[in-house]
C-alpha cells in the first residue's frame, strides 16, 4: 500500500492497523477513522470540524519513536491487528512496566511541551504544519526534549534501566 505525503522518517500515529511506506511504520492508538482510511487507500482523515488532513497530518517523527525505546505498538506489516503485535511493553515484568510508564509519562510530557513551546497544542492543522511540515520546529522540539530528559535525574536513570539514548 503506497500512502502519499507520508515523509521516510515520520510515524502515523494513533492506528489500530499498520502501514509502511519508506521507512514509516504505524502506531496502534485512536483508530477507526484513521484505520479505514489507510485500509481504504484514502489520503485524507479527519472531521468535519478539524478538516481534512492528509495522513501525515496524524504522524509523529522517527526520533520520536527511536525515544520509546521499542516499547510501543509499531509495525510494518500492513494490516496487522494489536494482537499480531505483541510489544516490548508487554514482554516486561510487571515491576519493568511500572518503571517503563513512568519513563514514558515524562516523555510524553516533554513532547507536549515543546509543542507548547512553539504554539502547537491541540490543533491537528496547526500541529501539521507548524510541526510535521516544519524542520526547524521538529528540531527545536526535539532539542527541548532532549534538554528535559536530560536534565531529569530519574528520566536518566529510567533511560540508562531501558537502554534509551538521546543521540
Not at 515543546?114 to 526547524?136: E, P, R, W
Request: with cysteine; hydrophobic share 30%.
Amino acid at each position: 500500500m503506497n500512502i502519499s505525503g507520508v515523509d521516510s522518517g515520520l510515524t502515523v500515529a494513533g492506528c489500530d492497523t499498520a502501514v509502511k511506506d519508506s521507512g514509516t511504520a504505524a502506531e496502534s492508538g485512536f483508530a477507526d477513522a484513521l484505520s479505514e482510511a489507510v485500509q481504504d487507500g484514502q489520503e485524507t482523515v479527519g472531521a468535519e470540524s478539524d478538516g481534512n488532513y492528509p495522513l501525515e497530518a496524524y504522524s509523529i517523527p522517527g526520533w520520536y519513536i527511536d525515544l520509546t525505546g521499542g516499547y510501543t505498538t509499531i509495525t510494518a506489516e500492513i494490516g496487522a491487528s494489536y494482537e499480531d503485535t505483541r510489544t516490548g511493553f508487554e514482554k516486561l515484568n510487571g515491576s519493568d512496566q511500572r518503571l517503563y510508564t513512568e519513563y514514558s509519562e515524562i516523555l510524553n510530557q516533554a513532547f507536549h511541551d515543546g509543542l507548547d513551546m512553539i504554539g502547537v497544542s491541540g490543533d491537528t492543522g496547526k500541529y501539521y504544519n507548524d510541526f510535521v511540515k516544519n524542520n526547524d520546529n521538529q528540531r527545536l522540539v526535539r532539542e527541548a526534549i532532549y534538554d528535559t530528559l536530560e536534565s531529569n535525574p530519574r528520566a536518566v536513570e529510567l533511560m540508562q534501566h531501558f537502554g534509551i539514548t538521546t543521540g
